[in-house]
């Protein structure tokens, strides 16, 4: 570390933290970013799609992308499919965080790797090292972005409370496919079941509402939608990894309080219903970096607000719209087949009120 003084830290190194860390440093202050992990993107927790129009939002390149989709399939329990053209990319997640990590370190950010954010004192941060040293850093600023249960949120009393478990597989595919695919069925309480095609693999994945059902269902149900994907000829049974994870499924809430900001999944910018958050979080830190460097910049602390609304501008309406159709969902999930179209983003009912 060249010094212990900063304008900015970055509490996390996902993609909240990094685009916010590099929009930041842009702008010529003095940013730290804090990784308790000791490798960015790993492991890798994510369904790994992004929306095509996202690569123009981040001039990074493209050597994370392993594919491109043509757009979503939805296959309802009574088997009824829908095809949505939204072109995107699969992409490899732990060189995308890398990728747009790099590029907050070329822009001039500061890095440091196995590396928790303990406490917020004022400006002053604690930091604990991998091995238990400690060091205390000052900060003007300060950006959480360190995930579904974050320590920064707490600090500043706004954190996740609807959070989504999910599982996830990598497997070999039987033939490569272009179309992400979304299963909804009955076992799959409050949420959904993936296959999205990385070239010769897929991610198979399932996420549900623990709080909904047997808390212990998330193990049998993956091993059952394994099996059927398999007796359709999609996929072979053997998976390559596991991961798991949480998912926020939250309101709007607050994202700023005195020099505390919140992007991606510790704001709970995550979509509500889809799930889907890579794009929230490159929109969310990219605008966090911007509004904190005016505020260090102009001295003022009171144009932090300035992120909290233009966040509410871009993503307000659709988020408050997925999170009715999520209490909507979950209140009426016995009478999945009755609701389904008005509470998935494939369908024209899900757009009405």
Known sequence: MSNKNYDIVVVGA??????AAQSAASSG???LIVERKPLVGIPVRCAEYIPAPILGELNVGHRF?????RGMKTILPDGEEKITLTPGLMIRRDLFDQTLCNAAQDAGAELLLGTAAVSLEGQKLLLRRRGGDSLEVEAKVVIGADGPHTRAGKWMGSVN?????AV???VPLVRPLEHTEV????DFCGGYGWLFPKGEEANVGLGIRKDLCNPNILRTAIGSFLERLTREGKIRNAPVSRTAGWVPSEPPRTVVKGRLLLAGDAAGQTHPITGAGVYQAVMGGKMAGKWAATAVREDNLSL??????????????????????????DKEWERLDQVIKKCWVAFREYYKD
């Open 161 to 165: 409370t609807h959070l989504i478990a």
């Open 29 to 31: 202050v003095r940013v």
């Open 304 to 329: 932090l607000a300035g992120y909290e609304e233009e966040w509410k501008d871009l993503f307000g309406e659709t988020h408050e719209r997925g999170y009715q159709r999520r209490l909507l969902l």
């Open 168 to 170: 996830q597989a990598v």
């Open 183 to 186: 299963y909804f069925d009955k």
């Open 14 to 19: 996902g993609p909240a933290g990094a685009t």
């Open 65 to 69: 992308v392993v594919q491109q989709v």
